[in-house]
């Protein structure tokens, strides 16, 4: 779709993440705003330190009313997680999201598709690389999981 709304609320998430850049430990600094009916229900930016995720922080903030609404999420939600933990992108799956728009693709093993294909497979619709440029610039420019 990437209308210039799904463009005010990725740059939200992209500012949301930048503040955060350098303190997020070994993980990347990624921002998410879940937006139902036009309106900002939850925001997150991944926790210093690495955890909790962006996505994790912003579901619990919206609690029930996460179903059916929009995430906006600067990386790529995980697809599995180091700990064992629910993957963001079962997080999101499970919560009824409507839809996942995307800035950039995560090459960690903790991603790389993995996240977009759990989405995808539960019948969440994803759209990736809106502002993506932006966002690798400014977020992911240094930015080297392992692989």
């Not at 598709?113 to 690389?129: S, Y």
Request: net charge negative; aromatic share 4%.
């Amino acid at each position: 779709m990437n209308t210039s709304v799904d463009t005010a609320f990725m740059r939200r998430a992209i500012a949301l993440a930048a503040a955060n850049v350098g303190r997020t430990g070994e993980n990347p600094s990624v921002g998410c705003v879940l937006v139902k009916g036009g309106v900002v229900i939850a925001e997150a930016a991944t926790a210093e330190g690495g955890r909790p995720h962006a996505e994790e922080q912003a579901l619990a903030a919206a609690g029930a009313a996460a179903e059916g609404a929009t995430a906006y999420v600067t990386l790529e939600p995980c697809g599995a997680r180091s700990s064992g933990a629910a993957s963001c992108s079962e997080r999101l799956a499970r919560v009824g999201v409507a839809r996942v728009v995307v800035a950039c693709a995560d090459p960690s093993r903790f991603a790389a598709g993995q996240g977009e294909a759990r989405l995808r497979g539960e019948g969440v619709p994803v759209e990736v690389g809106l502002l993506a440029d932006e966002a690798g610039a400014a977020l992911y420019a240094e930015y080297r999981p392992a692989v």
